[in-house]
Each structure stands twice: as structure tokens, then as C-alpha cells.
């Protein structure tokens, strides 16, 4: 059989690296009936790829619990957007977005976990909001293991880049968690969060809006000119990653012009409102112009010229699908109508001096909107593209098999031996259990001057979203990878369960969450069984955990999938989910910290302990073991502990507040005392490993005598606070003023320094 | 009506919402000036000026030196030397140093650097609290410093380039300018790391110029402003406020900076 079409179209894909199977390019093939252009084949290589379409995944994220009272907008557009709060007189809305960064930044750690934070905030931004905080879940392989020299160096540029972007950006760091795990040694993990305030009635979608169709509106593009910086970007994100390949694919990041643009945006949003003119605002991310022009005509039902004369570059004589497509940095897109176009021009041009401040940074406008619903470009005077709009956005869809994982989960070894007094100190001084200042030492977590509670200060950093009101934000985000490689299930139940948790800690009411998804090859039944089960497992935490409404769950209301998280050596990272949740406080005043208070109040702990080690630092820091049974999650009393909490502290009852996750009881106690630096805790617990180290979770509270006289079932007195800054119990002592200083300082000594590696 | 201080955005610069906010707090009004603003910065006539914290310029060059040469510094230029309080804060203090305006000894000539943080076993950014006292009879004469009652005051940094250093010839002279030094909590001038953070000469946190109304700090005091910023781990009375007491409301250690200037402003 003669099959030209197929051999020309395999000669396509090889020598333009497509990523695009033959089956693929048949189809776009036969979805034009003519050979496609360049610009053709790398617009919807990106629009096809697993980071843009989803096409694995998405019908598995149809199980997630997306729709709750206070959600405005769920999954689909650039970000989440809930109610928040009401400020004289004025509506507020909280905008989440979750993103992962994860091949960028094996490759170059610096420069790929700055423009993940560069990406995310993005995505808040065009919703209309001002970025007031971000975090970052960061999953790092063995520093002292084979790969050790490698991963150290990826831990320090990752944290560099972020703090380099984040930093000057403005945007407060309000934490995250960083892991460590063997299984990462060839593909970190970068998630991303950003999170911004918005008002009710000035949230931007991100569409052309249908006013469009009546009066003519334009496409302005703004920010940094256009050059070939991230070509391929989306595609690279969704290949397995082999050495250093790839390099050219990521982006540059500029948080210098970031913060102007940010700036320069509010100006242009203000005075786009005051025109009544309807607008749409997009950011320039994956896939870059092509992307973003298509999908604002697509959504909007209708079509655009794009004319890639008009576009400011950096570079001259670039390919056209290289102007359309790269993944340049720092630019943001308007749909506006024409006849405000010039205002907008000059806001950025004159006001904000776009021009002098950046070489070749400018707005201009580059395209207009049409009601012919065709996607159409021209480059000197030639058609570059030219498709039915719908098309381009209408994505591909895999069922992929997906085979149920055999959960690795055993019962716990049977005699544990149990010296607190090593015991604890070796868990402190683990990779898994040491502080993470070195860290958060690089952030800056204080700019905007609303943050109430800092990293290591409590379960969550709580900030002020908007000024003048009482109302405050909480924020964390958590995911265990060593209960995902042993239970998929019980890793994503769990990630939701300690986000909760920490959220609760504080005294917020969990309103929302987001998740990214960070699994291994798509194509391997067992990674979508993987997959398919850690989405199971946050479903059900999600149908426990919701807070405001009787029977409505707490929703995720954006997020992001990554697959191909693995070496071409075949090593798949362990199953991932990472999970953010925001929470809502009353009143900022009355939310609560894990610095301990007072000498002679006493330390309640609440939730029953069960032999549960599985996954957990004891094993791993003490006996050198792994395996064992991963923590149930219990919905109803999760639900209901966290309940408690909340009252508690909102009485002021609950003095000081910490969960009991990774090292148990004796782990949260001992963090306790190190974080307050003067009282300290005297346990009635003898040396018993179930009560102190297993990780069934649960919180320890300080509650002063008077008030512990109601305590619900689940609930017991356990010990009091002293004040001499040691941890205690029946007949053992640790001696954590000895530790103190290396806890504190592990990390940057392992990873920084590199001492006594 | 309430004095006018103007707080000047340059591009990159990213506090000047809270330093603003902080402002009217105490009894002032804070505006932001956008770098070319001249018209509107210099028609309005303001009482006092503050250079917030950020990365202007992206501190192309060294930190701070380009926003120095920014033409709204002739405005600064001008009222400084007619005597008004001007107060730079981190990337503030880069930019009056960078400027000749601190220390001043010949105004318009850079006579003093903020460098690379030198701490033992890092470099780069560092944030965290950190506490300094008033020093010396200069302290007195600064209007950003007529409040502070003498106790050692907390509040964070956050920068990667904040050691004041001066020529060795210079260091007595700097040594009466460096009127803000960091501190143990205790109040014991600062001996190195970690009271500090940064090994600055003289521990010099903030630097006035020779008559006194301008101030170079690094730490962040509009930061500090409300008993709510205040770490509730943190050492010596602030950090016993803020365990015990309710933190609404309650001014916290930065707000003497401005509080000062509004009393030296005669606000009532």
C-alpha cells in the first residue's frame, strides 16, 4: 500500500520534534484534507499534548468533587475562584491556582522554579486578581543517597529560583513543604500555588466576550517582546525526561518586568472597568501567542486574525511558528474593544514606560476578533494558519487501561523496641523530620505587610487579604510520597486529610482546594491505576471534609495533572498527589499558633492512636525499615476533629495547636518545644511506640486546666507544659536543648554546605 | 489637614503599599509616586519622603544605582537638602547611598555601599527578625528616630546586599552616623552572627546623614507595625505582647519610625 501521507507526515514529526504520534498527525491531517503548515503542526502539537488536553487524564478527574455553594468558577479557566468576604460594603473572592514545574526544573533547577512561580501567579493575575501570597510543595530525591551530589544541587537551585522570582516579585512566600525521596532522584517535583483577591464583580474570564460579535475588538498583547524562549515548552513538559535534553524548552523568567506589568495590569483593569465595556484577559503560558489567541476566540464563540507582523520580538527573523508558538515569559493579552485599544496601548507604553524600562517590551495590538469562527494567521502577507477555531481547542481523549495497583500496605512489624531518648532526637535529625528554615531562610514571607503567622510559627501561614478587614486567609499544602508508594489511595485521602488539618490548626474553616497530580508514564496500566486510585482517595477525603454547607464536600477548584514523571531508565516517581487547601478566619486576632504559652496549662491530645507505621519516619529514621500500614483515613472523625479545633480556638480554649502527621505524637510535642524556645512538655506516656510514633493523625493542643473539663470522646488529657524547654514522659527525657541547633540547621548543612557528605 | 509624605515607586519597587498604609496609620498621609511623576510629586509639595523596599532596576548594576539616577531624585535631592525627613527603607537605603544623600559628608558623592551579605556558611538572600537599638547623642536629632525610647526594637530584614561599608578613613566619622545598630534582644550591641545578620560595619542597621533628617535602614519597619507582625516565638517583650495579648490593634515595634516623624511633623 502506498502511504506518501503517512511517510510525509512521520518526516514532519522527526524533523520538527514533534511529540505527536503518526496516529495524531493523521488525524490532523485529515482534519484540514491538506498537508498542515508549520505553524499548524506546532500549534496543535502543543494543544494536543498531555499538559494542554488533558487526554489521559481527564476522564478520570470527572470523579473529582468540584461544585460547593461558594464556588464562582471551579476547573476550566486559568484559576479557581470562591467567595470570600464582604468589606465595607464590597464583595471579595478568593482566586487559587496549582501548577507543577517539574521537568523545567530537573533540567535547570534556577531558571525552572522561577518561571513556575512566574507561571502561577500569571494565572491569578488574569483573573482579574492581585497575587497576595504563594507556596511551593517541593519533592526532592536522596541528597545523601547515589544521586545525591545531583539532587543537592537541584535543591539549591530550585529554592534560589524561587526565592530569586518570588522575592522580587513581591508576592509574600507563605511556605509549603519540601520532601525528600529516593524515587526523585531523576525527576524533582516543583508545585506551584498562587493565590489572590479579587472583587466579586471585577473577576476577568478569560474568553472574548460575546459583545465581540457586535462591535469590533481587538487582540493587544503586553509585556516582554517575543523571542524563542520556551519553544516546545508544553510538549517538553509531557516526555519523559532523558539527561539534559530539553534545555532549549525552558523559559526565561523576569520578575522585574513581572512586578511592573503587575502594576501596569491593575492601572489597565481600572480602566477598563470604568469603560463598561466588556473585556476578556488572558495570560501567555504554554504555547504561547497561538495558544492564548485561539483559545479567548474559541471560548468566545468566535474567530480571530492574527497578524504576526505586529507582534513586538526580540529577536528579528524568527519562523513564524516560532513568533506564535515560543513560551516567552512576561506577557499578558487583552480582548478589548477597539475603541478603548489606545488607552490601554498608553497605559503601558507612556504611563508605565514599558519600552525604556525593558528593550522591546511594549503593548500593541496584534489581532482582531472576527464573527467568522476561523482561527486565521498571516505572516508577511502569507496565511500561516488558518483552521475552524472549535478544532483547535477541541482536544483528543485516551480511555487508557488502567490495572489496580496491589497495595504494598503490611502489617506493622510485631516487637518495636522504643528509647525516646534516641529515638526522637534520630527522627528530629532525619532528612524527614529536620527543620526546613534553611528553606524558608531565602523567602521573603513579610512583603505586602499582612502576614500574621510565618513558616514554622504554626500549621499554616495565615495572611490578610484585604486591607482594613478583619478577616484572615490560611493556607497549606501536603502530600506524603511515602504513603502514596505504599497505599495510591490512602496517599491522596491523606493529602487532603493533613491540608485540613493544618488549616484547622489555626482556626480556619477549609473553604476550597486545589490539587496537582504528579504521577509516572500514562501509558503503564499501573501508573493510571495509580492515578485513578489517588484520585479516589482525594474524592473520598473531599466528600468528608466539607465545612460550610450540610452535604456539599470542600471542592477542588483548580489544579493540574503531570505525567511522565520518570527517567527513560524506567524509574516512575512514587505516586504524588499534592494537595492545597485555603481556609477563612473570622477574625485574624483569634487564630492560633504552635508556640506553647503558659507553664502548668495542659496538653490534650486529640485522636486515638492505632498501630499505624506504615510509611512513617519511625521506621524509616529509627529502625532503617519500610513498609508496614499506612495510616487509615477516617472520614467522620477527621471531619470532626477538625470541627472541634475550630471551635476551640475561635473560644480561645485552644492556646496552641499542632497535628500529629509524620513521627507521631513524640514528633509534634518535640516540634512543639523547638519552635517555642523556653517551656516545654512532660508527657504521662511511658516508652510505648504505638502512643508515641504512630501516624495516625490527630492534634496536640494546649488547653488551660479550666477548660479541658468537657472534652469530647476522642479526647484525653496526655501531659503538661513545664517550663524547662525539655520533652518527658514516664521514665524518659530527650534531650532537645542538644539538638536544638542541628535541627535547626540540618538542612542547610546537608544540602548547602554539604557537610559530611 | 494631614501631612503629605510621598512614597516613591520605582520600577521593581514592591512595599510601597504597606509603607504607605503604614504612614496613615500614624497619623500621616502616604501617596505613592509613580518614578515619573515629577509634575504630581513636585506640584503637590510633600512634608517628608520614603524610598519603600523592593528590587528597582532589578538593581541592574549594583542595588540601588540605577534608581539614584532616576530624575525624581532631584525632587528628593532638593527637599533633603532644604531639610526634610527622608527615610529609605532596605532597598531605600541602597538607593539614598547610592544617591550621596547618607552619609552625606558631600552630598551627591557615594560615600558609603551597602554589600553582599556576609554570614557564615550562605550567601544570598536572608530573611528573618532581628533587633537593633538607637545609638549615640545623633540618634536624637533624626526625626525617624525621636520615638525610640531606647529598648532594643524588632523587626525583619529581608535582602540580599545590606552591610553598610564604609573606607577605613571614614569609619569614625561613620561611627556617628550609624545611629541604629543591631542588637542582642537583651540590648547588647550586636558582637557578629546571628544578632548581625549580615556582618555590617559598626553592626550599623540604619545610617543618618550628617544633619540628621535623612535615615538609610535596612530592616522593615512598616513590617513590624502592628503587634499581629510580631513572631509569637519570638525573644524579650515584644514576643510576650504577642503571646498574651490580643494583637488587634495594637501598634507593634515599627510604628515608632513613623510616629516620630509625625510628632517632629507637629501632627496633633
Redesign the interface.
Known amino acids: 500500500m502506498d502511504d506518501t501521507i503517512g511517510k510525509a507526515l512521520e518526516r514532519e514529526i522527526a524533523e520538527r520534534k514533534l511529540a505527536m504520534t503518526l496516529d495524531e498527525a493523521r488525524r490532523l491531517h485529515g482534519l484540514f484534507g491538506r498537508m498542515p503548515t508549520p505553524l499548524e503542526f506546532h500549534l496543535f502539537d502543543i494543544m494536543w499534548s498531555e499538559h494542554c488536553s488533558y487526554k489521559s487524564s481527564r476522564k478520570l478527574l470527572k470523579g473529582l468533587p468540584v461544585r460547593a455553594s461558594q464556588v464562582v468558577i471551579g476547573p476550566g479557566e486559568d484559576a479557581g475562584v470562591v467567595r470570600f468576604c464582604t468589606h465595607d460594603g464590597v464583595d471579595y473572592d478568593l482566586v487559587v491556582a496549582h501548577e507543577s514545574h517539574n521537568h523545567p526544573s530537573q533540567v535547570l533547577p534556577v531558571e525552572g522554579a522561577a518561571t513556575g512561580v512566574g507561571g502561577i501567579v500569571r494565572d491569578v493575575y488574569c483573573m482579574g486578581a492581585d497575587v497576595i501570597g504563594s507556596l511551593d510543595l517541593l519533592r526532592f530525591g536522596d541528597p545523601l543517597g547515589p544521586s545525591g551530589e545531583r539532587c543537592r544541587g537541584i535543591a539549591r537551585g530550585v529554592v534560589e529560583g524561587i526565592w530569586r522570582y518570588g522575592n522580587a516579585l513581591g508576592v509574600p512566600n507563605l511556605g509549603g513543604d519540601t520532601e525528600f525521596h529516593p524515587g526523585y532522584d531523576d525527576n524533582c517535583l516543583v508545585n506551584v500555588v498562587a493565590l489572590g483577591i479579587a472583587r466579586h464583580d471585577r473577576v476577568v474570564h478569560s474568553f472574548v466576550p460575546p459583545e465581540a460579535g457586535s462591535e469590533p475588538y481587538v487582540f493587544i498583547l503586553a509585556g516582554k517582546p517575543t523571542d524563542d524562549t520556551g519553544f516546545g515548552g508544553a510538549t517538553f513538559a509531557s516526555a519523559d525526561l532523558d539527561g539534559e535534553q530539553g534545555m532549549g524548552s525552558v523559559q526565561v523568567a523576569d520578575p522585574f518586568l513581572k512586578r511592573i506589568l503587575s502594576q501596569a495590569n491593575l492601572a489597565a483593569l481600572e480602566y477598563l472597568f470604568g469603560t463598561g465595556a466588556p473585556f476578556g484577559f488572558k495570560d501567555l503560558g504554554a504555547g504561547g501567542i497561538a495558544c492564548v489567541t485561539s483559545e479567548m476566540a474559541a471560548h468566545g464563540g468566535l474567530g480571530i486574525h492574527v497578524d504576526l507582523d505586529q507582534v513586538p520580538v526580540g529577536i528579528p527573523g524568527l519562523p513564524p511558528e516560532v513568533v506564535a508558538c515560543s513560551e516567552t515569559q512576561e506577557r499578558f493579552g487583552f480582548a478589548v474593544a477597539e475603541r478603548f485599544a489606545e488607552g490601554v496601548l498608553d497605559i503601558y507604553n507612556r504611563r508605565f514606560e514599558l519600552p525604556r524600562l525593558f528593550p522591546g517590551a511594549r503593548a500593541a495590538v496584534i489581532g482582531r476578533f472576527t464573527s467568522e469562527p476561523v482561527y486565521r494567521v498571516t505572516c508577511a502577507g502569507a496565511e500561516a494558519a488558518c483552521a475552524p477555531a472549535s478544532a483547535i481547542t477541541e482536544g483528543v481523549f485516551y480511555d487508557r487501561p488502567a490495572e489496580d495497583p496491589v497495595s504494598s500496605s503490611t502489617d506493622d512489624p510485631g516487637e518495636l523496641p522504643c528509647d525516646p531518648g534516641k529515638d526522637v532526637p534520630a527522627m528530629l535529625l532525619s532528612l524527614g523530620g529536620c527543620s526546613r528554615r534553611a528553606v524558608w531562610s531565602y523567602y521573603d514571607s513579610e512583603v505586602r505587610g499582612s502576614t500574621v503567622l510565618r513558616p514554622g510559627e504554626a500549621d499554616s501561614c495565615v495572611i490578610l487579604p484585604v486591607p482594613g478587614c478583619s478577616v484572615g486567609l490560611a493556607v497549606s499544602g501536603d502530600g506524603n510520597p511515602w504513603y502514596g508508594e505504599l497505599d495510591p489511595f490512602l496517599g491522596g485521602a491523606h493529602a487532603v486529610g493533613e491540608a485540613v488539618r493544618n488549616v484547622a490548626a489555626v482556626g480556619a474553616v477549609p473553604l476550597c482546594a486545589t490539587d496537582c497530580l504528579n504521577y509516572g508514564n500514562p501509558e503503564e496500566p499501573s501508573v493510571m491505576g495509580q492515578f485513578r486510585r489517588g484520585i479516589e482517595g482525594i474524592s473520598e477525603a473531599c466528600r468528608h471534609l466539607g465545612f460550610l454547607e450540610p452535604g456539599e464536600p470542600l471542592p477542588i477548584v483548580s489544579g493540574n495533572v503531570s505525567l511522565y514523571n520518570q527517567s527513560s531508565s524506567g524509574g516512575s516517581i512514587p505516586p504524588s498527589p499534592i494537595v492545597a487547601v485555603f481556609g477563612r478566619l473570622d477574625d485574624y486576632g483569634v487564630c492560633c499558633d504552635m508556640i506553647l504559652k503558659e507553664p502548668g496549662n495542659l496538653l490534650v491530645l486529640l485522636g486515638p492512636r492505632h498501630r499505624e507505621f506504615g510509611g512513617g519516619l519511625f521506621l524509616r529514621a529509627v529502625l532503617g525499615g519500610s513498609g508496614g500500614r499506612v495510616p487509615l483515613f477516617r472520614g467522620p472523625l477527621e471531619a470532626e476533629m477538625a470541627r472541634w479545633v475550630i471551635a476551640g480556638v475561635k473560644s480561645r480554649r485552644i492556646v496552641a495547636s499542632h497535628d500529629i502527621s509524620v513521627g507521631g505524637l513524640a514528633l509534634a510535642a518535640a516540634e512543639m518545644v523547638l519552635s517555642s524556645g523556653g517551656p516545654g512538655i512532660r508527657l504521662e506516656i511511658g516508652a510505648d511506640p504505638v502512643q508515641l510514633y504512630s501516624e495516625t493523625p490527630g492534634y496536640l493542643l494546649e488547653m488551660a486546666p479550666r477548660h479541658v473539663d468537657r472534652l469530647p470522646d476522642h479526647a484525653r488529657v496526655i501531659g503538661e507544659i513545664t517550663g524547662d524547654g525539655g520533652l518527658s514522659g514516664d521514665g524518659w527525657r530527650v534531650d532537645l536543648a542538644g539538638v536544638r541547633d542541628r535541627w535547626s540547621d540540618m538542612l542547610a548543612s546537608v544540602v548547602w554546605r554539604e557537610e559530611g557528605v | 489637614m494631614k501631612p503629605l509624605v510621598a512614597v516613591v ?1 520605582f ?5 510601597e ?3 504607605a ?2 504612614l496613615d496609620a500614624c497619623g500621616l498621609h502616604g501617596r505613592i509616586y ?1 518614578w ?1 511623576e515629577l509634575d504630581e510629586a513636585s506640584g503637590r509639595g510633600c512634608s517628608a519622603w520614603v524610598l519603600p ?3 528597582s ?2 538593581d541592574r548594576v549594583r542595588a540601588g544605582a540605577v534608581a539614584a539616577r532616576e530624575r525624581i531624585m532631584d525632587l528628593v535631592f532638593r527637599d533633603a537638602q532644604a531639610g526634610k525627613p527622608v527615610l529609605g527603607i532596605c532597598n531605600g537605603a541602597q538607593i539614598l547611598l547610592e544617591s550621596g544623600l547618607v552619609p552625606g559628608w558631600n552630598p551627591g558623592s557615594v560615600q558609603g555601599c551597602l554589600a553582599g551579605n556576609l554570614a557564615p ?2 550567601t ?5 527578625w532581628v533587633f537593633m537599638k538607637p545609638v549615640g547623642a545623633g540618634a536624637g536629632k533624626c526625626p525617624w528616630l525621636m520615638d525610640l525610647d531606647g529598648a532594643p526594637v524588632p523587626a ?1 530584614i ?1 535582602h540580599a546586599e545590606g552591610r553598610f561599608v564604609f573606607r577605613d578613613e571614614d569609619m569614625a566619622g561613620a561611627s556617628e552616623l550609624a545611629v541604629l545598630r543591631y542588637c542582642t534582644p537583651e540590648g547588647e550591641e550586636a558582637a557578629g552572627w546571628p544578632h548581625n545578620p549580615n556582618g555590617s560595619a559598626l553592626a550599623a542597621a540604619g545610617v543618618m546623614n550628617t544633619r540628621g533628617n535623612i535615615l538609610a535602614m535596612m530592616p ?1 519597619p ?2 513590624a ?1 502592628h503587634l ?2 510580631v ?3 519570638l ?1 524579650g517583650p515584644w514576643g510576650e505582647a504577642r ?2 495579648r ?3 490593634g495594637t501598634p507593634g515595634p515599627g510604628a515608632s519610625f513613623f510616629t516620630g516623624l509625625a510628632r517632629y511633623l507637629e501632627v496633633p
Not at chain 2, 11 to 15: A, D, F, R
Not at chain 2, 124 to 128: D, H, K, R, V
Request: glycine letters at 16%; proline letters at 12%; hydrophobic letters at 20%.
Open positions: 515607586r520600577p521593581g519597587s514592591n512595599c503599599y504597606e509603607t498604609r503604614a509613580n515619573n523596599g523592593g528590587f532596576f532589578q556558611g550562605r544570598g538572600y536572608l530573611s528573618g525583619p529581608a522593615h512598616e513590617r507595625l499581629f507582625h513572631p509569637p516565638n525573644p503571646r498574651t490580643g494583637a488587634v
